[in-house]
């Protein structure tokens, strides 16, 4: 499979410099999955993460839920 050099990998090699979790946002069947499975996780020692899972989604719910409580008691 042929697949295209994109100008957001410039810009995602620069952010993973600063930031250790970084999000990938567009439209529908642009190949955002498939970038980052596949020519990111090559250059990058990185995890993939979806939120397609309801599971992914609850864990991600309460782990904002437990940080703002905690901040809410200082």
Do not use: C, H
Not at 35 to 59: C, E, G, H, V
Request: hydrophobic share 35%.
């Amino acid at each position: 499979m042929r697949t295209r050099n994109r100008y957001v990998e410039r810009v995602l090699l620069k952010r993973a410099k600063i930031f250790p979790v970084l999000g990938l946002l567009g439209p529908r069947q642009v190949g955002k999955s498939t970038f980052l499975m596949k020519q990111w996780s090559q250059i990058q020692n990185a995890n993939y993460l979806t939120f397609d899972s309801q599971d992914t989604i609850s864990r991600a719910n309460k782990v904002i839920f437990l940080q703002n409580e905690r901040r809410s008691r200082n």
